[in-house]
């Protein structure tokens, strides 16, 4: 199956729909979820165009969170969104309505809190 930047169709509401955005996904994971080969994830990361890979994870077990995926999926169709804004945006369309008024630590405590239930 071959890919490209261009040829990508999953959305950022695609894999928001199946994740939370605080969800860390394998290099298999992903691929499915952006209906891509696994091998072309790791092409785009020695080339440095595709997604970033979550922090403690390695090159050779690479680990993407879903909200850092989101946020490259936005930036390909040229808008920029902070990974930051869509973990809030996520809680306030699921029942946080001031969720935009959060701090950065507020929002990590919740993400802990929901993410142990």
Do not use: C
Request: glycine fraction near 6%; hydrophobic fraction near 40%.
């Amino acid at each position: 199956m071959k890919s490209s930047l261009r040829q990508l169709h999953a959305t950022p509401a695609d894999l928001l729909a199946s994740h939370a955005p605080w969800d860390v996904v394998s290099t298999k994971q992903l691929a499915l979820l952006l209906k891509i080969d696994p091998a072309t994830l790791t092409v785009w990361r020695w080339r440095g165009v595709g997604p970033s890979i979550a922090e403690g994870s390695s090159e050779t077990r690479p680990r993407y969170l879903i909200s850092d995926v989101v946020a490259w999926l936005y930036s390909k169709s040229g808008t920029d969104v902070a990974p930051g804004r869509i973990t809030r945006t996520y809680l306030e369309k699921n029942g946080f309505h001031d969720a935009a008024t959060y701090s950065d630590e507020q929002v990590a405590r919740l993400v802990l809190t929901i993410s142990q239930l």
